[in-house]
């Protein structure tokens, strides 16, 4: 990207994949200092929409400088095992963020569940690829309160988790996928096309995320240039609000656990204010659900641009629109022949591309 004059242009790309029903986003920071940063790979098979989004790039551009696994669930974590088997992916991996069992207090080594198997399955990959393991931390836990800066116009702040977190973990290593259900979409369709009140759906009874393995999640508050992205993994809404004490305004920011309306409650909804919100999630599990977007349109006001990653019933639905006027709501969908979403911040401005036509 072109720099003009004596001002630094830096320009931030947000690529969602399509990462079934989790996470997988590259956010690449363009300029005079590039840097991309993969946070999560969802499940397996996404490591194939990401080496055909890298083959897109020049070779000098294809670099995963730093490789961020938000916690051990599978939606999340499979596609990393993944990255580490392509030989295509694998040597573009600089660093790796991952918090496995030595980073976690009071350890057991108990795998029984299938997303702790999964979790030293990477381990063990990481391993035999040789890539630095937490090596920002001094091979420690990557954890609330750090903070690092890898290129001078680009600082991570990690939010989140604690050290208590993963302490909880550690002593557990329980997977505890209790999704809230406060309302599921199909009651909400069936409330009428298009008739349905926001508000209503925003004042749902909130039911807290207890699950400690997405407790466990690596939250991440990223600046680059004037742009701020924040990234929230699943963490439960009471750790992020812990996370982002006083309230914040960013450009980007996805909404935690898929959209759970477990993990975005009221206050939440009051603390974050964006321009724009990412759903990665293709309606498993309710997923997301209209509770989360509602609060967040009841507390934006000025109105908020969603991108969904994948085009189902919870997400279309809110192609609506008497709910895009009156709540000032834009709505993109990833295009369906895209394995990706891309979101462009640069002077200011958004840009999607690869989104279905409107
Ligand atoms: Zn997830």
Known sequence: MPSEGATVESVTEVVAFDAQDGDCILIRCIGEEPFNILIDAGRRGTEQAIEAYFKTLEPTERSIDLFVVTHIDSDHLAGAIGVAESAFLSPLVKEVWFNGPQHLYGSTTDVTEMSVAEAFRFCLAIRAKGWSWNGWFDEGAVQRGASVSPVSSLSLDILSPSQKQLLRLGKHWERELRRMKNRTVKQVVEMGQGEFDVAELANAPYCRDTSVVNASSIVLLMRHGDHRILMTADCPAELLLEGVPSPVEVDVCKFPHHGSGGNFSHELAGRIKSKCWI????????????????????????????????????????????????????TKYRDPQSPW???ILQDGELYVRDAAPD
């Open 279 to 330: 759903v990665s999630a293709n309606g498993t599990n309710s997923h997301p659900e209209p509770a989360s977007i509602a609060r967040m349109l009841v507390a934006a006001q000025g109105g908020a641009m969603v991108l969904f990653n994948n085009s189902h019933a919870e997400a279309t639905l809110w192609k609506d629109p008497s709910v895009e006027r009156r709540h000032l709501l834009v």
């Open 341 to 343: 979403l891309t979101l």
